[in-house]
């Protein structure tokens, strides 16, 4: 209602500053006007409004506050009063602006996370933690582009390229050169929304990006269906309740800033004839030009672009784009991994909890690099404080949380056909097993093809691609977005049942649960974890959840072949005359990874002894230990030669339950 009442004040000085004249001539251009969608201001009211405050007065009572502001500049600028009209016009733009800031503080400063209560929201500037982000050499123009899309590649240490955070992506470079177009990459779950949010939100609060007046982010999802539209029409669309007076917005061009979030999302292909591209920001053209004159900087050239995707997009993107700086997101760092756990719990006795047994577990911790995993991690353990208070038994394994994190990337897929998930799903994994098998984890676009995993709305889930150094005519390279994942992923290759599709490939990898194991015992240790997942994935809690939720079954079969190798493998070990031992830590691994007490019974039920030595015991390995020792009634002695008992912090006593 304020900035109404402003505009009506600004409204009724111009109409004061006319004359006589001028001010009838006003009135009778106004009984002519007609608004779209609306009505005239009736006669015998415009000849009551003798005067400038009672026609003010009346066209508020008519029109809205845009409307009518629309409306006397039109008219101004038909009886060439172009003062006034541009009088009119900055009151517009400024309270476009106030409205538009009012609008992103709405829509970007909190946000409704997936496991939040009914009605609660929270703050970015709370729960963002700063992310490990590498800065690409900029592009040359018609050049190579430098491969981006993997993180071992920046994670190079013989050739560290700069890091940059949220804040800085638009900082001058080494050379002093300011990027202009930014294109930030990163797998899904490794956090290119919420730092465009936190982009939003620090433009607003005026802490940073103060050189833009406007920043217009524009979630790409939303366009995709779009067939066609200005650049005018795409301002519009991020303020959606207001009039964009978008000839005066964007007349200073450098002082814009266009964020595309998603940029996959388009599946555009990006190729535009020359010709065909506008440069008036006006123009309604088909969606893809409108887009590729934007990038190509036909339109708007002195504007900035920041634009996120996945790496699929890039080699698109790349043959557009002039100039480009690109920013690689590689997850959380060791010291935002704790950070992170503070600021999801926003208690540190809570946090300190999680966080040690999170670290205790090296897998885990190592796949808390993902940010997404880091949250999945946080919301599970989260739930078992809630219910016991402490994590000294846990049951939340890695596989646990591997197979809730696995449920919300097919959520992201819901909407499609189950059983079309179900089939990629099982083709996935036959490709994680076949590279765990041959110590493989680059595979080319053929294999990728070959095995029909070229399905660009699924493939990006699970898979990052790297741009080729050698140009378009090259294959690009695949990799899965953590090794840790690939070898669950592998895992599931083995316990899941074929459909009819898989059982008749005969190209595909042999899936023998008994050859695994075989291997693992004799000579293939590398294959740890992959079989520290099996033990996870046929848990009781497991079969039900996979079948539920993923919609896929596990074969108890291999339930059953893997408790016969567990009883049998440590007989070799013991001779006949002595007490079966156990004499392997990653016994206790298994067991524990699938926390089912019946199961470990059973297989511990043929064993009497422990005899472990010259192991320094991490959290894990003792809560491990702990476990099956509960579950173990025929246990008569344990042997722990040269063994220690390691904390997780030096000089520190370690907790592992919340002080009350």
Not at 434 to 446: N, Q, T
Request: with cysteine; hydrophobic share 40%.
């Amino acid at each position: 209602m304020a900035g109404e009442e402003r505009a009506l004040a600004v409204l009724l000085r111009a109409l004061q500053g006319l004359a006589p004249k001028d001010f009838q001539e006003f009135k009778t251009k106004l009984s002519d006007v007609h608004v779209e969608g609306g009505w005239n201001i009736p006669k015998d009211s415009l000849v009551k409004a003798a005067h400038p405050c009672a026609l003010a007065h009346c066209m508020g009572e008519n029109y809205s506050e845009d409307a009518a502001m629309d409306i006397a500049i039109g008219l101004f600028e038909e009886m060439n009063q172009r003062d006034l009209a541009e009088k009119l016009l900055d009151e517009k733009v400024k309270e476009y602006t106030r409205k538009y800031r009012e609008h992103v503080v709405r829509e970007f400063l909190r946000y409704k996370e997936v496991n939040s209560c009914l009605g609660e929201n929270l703050s970015i500037s709370s729960r963002y933690t700063d992310l490990t982000i590498a800065r690409k050499p900029r592009s040359k123009h018609g050049g190579e582009h430098e491969a981006v899309g993997a993180s071992r590649g920046c994670a190079d240490a013989g050739n560290r390229p700069a890091t940059v955070t949220a804040q800085t992506l638009f900082k001058p470079d080494r050379d002093g050169q300011t990027p202009q177009v930014v294109v930030l990459v990163g797998a899904p779950g490794m956090g290119k929304t919420m730092t465009v949010r936190k982009v939003m939100v620090e433009w607003v609060e005026g802490t940073l990006y103060t050189q833009f007046d406007y920043v217009f982010c524009i979630d790409c999802k939303d366009i995709a269906f779009t067939k066609e539209a200005s650049v005018a029409d795409l301002v519009s669309k991020c303020c959606p309740h207001r009039r964009t007076p978008s000839g005066k917005i964007l007349d200073d061009q450098k002082k814009i800033l266009f964020i595309f979030d998603g940029f996959e999302a388009l599946g555009f292909s990006l190729v535009q004839p020359e010709v065909e591209l506008s440069s008036d920001p006006r123009e309604v053209k088909p969606l893809e030009t409108t887009l590729m004159s934007l990038l190509k900087k036909a339109v708007l050239p002195e504007s900035s672009l920041l634009i996120t995707t996945r790496p699929m997009a890039l080699q698109s993107l790349g043959q557009c784009l002039e100039g480009e700086y690109y920013a690689e997101i590689l997850g959380f760092s060791a010291a935002m991994r704790e950070e992170y756990f503070h600021r999801y719990f926003e208690n540190d006795n809570k946090a300190d909890v999680a966080f040690r047994f999170a670290r205790g577990n090296k897998i885990l911790y190592s796949l808390c690099v993902i940010p997404v995993m880091s949250w999945t991690v946080c919301t599970i353990l989260e739930q078992e404080l809630y219910k016991k208070k402490n994590l000294v038994e846990c049951s939340k394994a890695t596989t646990w949380m591997s197979v809730f994190y696995l449920s919300r990337l097919m959520k992201c897929r819901g909407r499609d056909n189950p059983q079309d998930l179900q089939r990629f799903l099982r083709k996935l994994c036959s490709l994680a097993a076949d590279g765990v098998w041959k110590h493989k984890v680059l595979f080319e676009e053929k294999e990728i093809k070959d095995r029909g995993l070229d399905q660009p709305d699924l493939l990006p889930l699970f898979l990052n691609e790297e741009i080729s150094k050698k140009g378009v005519d090259h294959e690009n390279i695949y990799s899965f977005t953590h090794l840790h994942l690939q070898e669950f992923y592998a895992a599931m290759f083995y316990v899941l049942e074929d459909d009819e599709e898989m059982v008749g490939n005969s190209g595909a990898l042999a899936k023998d649960v008994n050859m695994l194991l075989e291997s693992y015992s004799k000579s293939r240790k590398d294959l740890n974890l992959t079989v520290r997942f099996l033990f996870g994935l046929i848990s009781q809690k497991s079969i039900e959840y996979v079948d539920k939720i993923i919609g896929c079954r596990i074969s108890p079969q291999a339930r059953e072949d893997m408790l016969r190798w567990l009883q049998g493998r440590h007989r070799g070990i013991s001779h006949p005359s002595q007490a079966l031992k156990v004499s392997e830590l990653d016994t206790f691994h298994f067991l524990f990874e699938m926390n089912e007490k019946s199961f470990a019974q059973s297989a511990l039920g043929h064993f009497t002894d422990i005899d472990l030595q010259d192991i320094k015991l991490t959290l894990y390995d003792q809560m491990a230990l702990s476990f099956c020792i509960r579950q173990w009634a025929g246990l008569g002695c344990v042997t722990l030669r040269g063994c220690s008992f390691r904390q997780q912090d030096p000089g520190k006593e370690l907790a592992t339950s919340v002080p009350r």
